[in-house]
């Protein structure tokens, strides 16, 4: 048997290496078009802001290590261009010297994960404007810090890694100011939380610009001119785009296979989608929202990695179900932790849940105990 992944960070190398497990003699292919496998973007933010000061650490494993463990073919810099279903092969372009070629599969696992979104905004190629998404963005961000010692950022969007990544800036000393078009930073918490995480963030200096959108961005002298919708324009060294993300689907609609929420792609709960021996995982796909029963995109990489080993199962003759998320996650904001798990009472009364709500300020610990 042959199964070939397409995506090696998160869902893809867990395919991988729990296929390998379960069958010594199966021939495993992963193509990843960057240049790293097995990462969690959460990390990044923190070798930027030299928490994390070795590199190494982003990553848990290289293309060789990998190989050593698992005896897994780990292709980076390679990009699959298209599915031929029918004869069961994708094509495949090498990155590095532009070359294309056609590789068999009798499995094929698709974990393209998601791209960042591209709002319809100005400028984006500014110098000094970045995005977000993969260790190699991490590298272009780092260096162009060390080399300029930037003295403010303008960060365009506050989701959870803008949220870090903000903290880490504001930590190097920088001047960071927050747009973003919601009222809210995190929209997985109702106002009255989040209203704790904006003040966490204004006590360590952090300015939030939120009901504004970025419009553009402009070069100016040695920095940027971020241009803010119906306000005065904001300026800084530089500026970061983390808006979101979406479902990088581009290879699957190709196929011709089923897409969903977002063009995200339908799978069932075998992670079948709607081709044969084509399976799919990660934040490329639609998933059923546990509490609510509603079809929905969850990019978080505990799911995804629980879909690979899922996959895994299946194609090794099993018989496992992916039943949906809760959408569990946790994000340390300066010295506060807030984490969320379901839905939240916005979300409940949204989906025509008759909902009550508790506010508690319990302890972590009892009073007599440090800490």
Do not use: W
């Not at 970061?240 to 977002?262: C, H, M, N, R, Y």
């Not at 079948?272 to 059923?288: C, F, M």
């Amino acid at each position: 048997m042959k199964v070939v992944i397409v995506g090696g960070v998160a869902a893809g190398a867990s395919a991988a290496a729990r296929i390998r497990r379960l069958n010594e003699k199966a021939e495993i292919v992963v193509f990843e078009r960057s240049g790293y496998i097995s990462y969690a973007n959460c990390g990044l933010p923190y070798y930027i802001g030299d928490i994390i000061t070795d590199s190494e650490n982003l990553t848990l494993q290289t293309p060789e290590s990998f190989y050593n463990r698992f005896r897994v073919d780990v292709n980076v810099h390679h990009e699959v261009i298209a599915i031929n279903s029918k004869d069961k092969k994708v094509l495949v372009k090498n990155l590095a010297n532009g070359k294309e070629f056609e590789e068999s599969y009798d499995k094929l696992v698709l974990a393209p994960g998601a791209k960042p979104s591209q709002p319809r905004i100005s400028g984006m190629d500014t110098e000094n404007v970045f995005t977000l998404r993969t260790v190699e963005d991490t590298f272009r961000i780092k260096e162009y810090i060390n080399a300029n010692q930037p003295k403010s950022a303008v960060m365009a969007g506050g989701g959870f890694i803008g949220i870090e990544l903000a903290e880490n800036l504001r930590e190097l000393g920088m001047d960071v100011t927050i747009v973003q078009l919601f009222k809210q930073l995190t929209g997985n918490f109702d106002p009255d939380m989040a209203s704790m995480i904006h003040k966490e963030m204004r006590k360590h200096g952090v300015k939030l610009a939120l009901g504004h959108a970025v419009e553009g961005f402009e070069k100016k002298d040695n920095g940027v001119k971020v241009l803010i919708k119906g306000q005065k324009p904001l300026y800084a060294d530089m500026a970061i785009l983390a808006i979101g993300v979406s479902p990088d689907t581009a290879l699957a609609k190709q196929a011709g296979i089923e897409l969903g929420l977002f063009n995200s792609i339908v799978v069932n709960d075998r992670m079948e989608t709607s081709l044969p021996d084509i399976y799919a995982a990660g934040d490329a796909v639609q998933v059923k929202h546990y509490v609510t029963g509603e079809n929905a995109l969850i990019s978080l990489a505990g799911p995804a990695n629980k879909q690979g080993r899922i996959i895994a199962d299946n194609i090794c003759g099993g018989d496992s179900r992916y039943l949906g998320s809760q959408a569990s996650s946790i994000l340390k904001v300066f010295n506060l932790t807030a984490a969320s798990t379901g839905i939240n009472e916005t979300e409940a009364k949204s989906a025509g849940l008759d909902v009550d709500y508790v506010i508690l300020s319990p302890m972590s610990n009892s009073s007599y105990y440090p800490g």
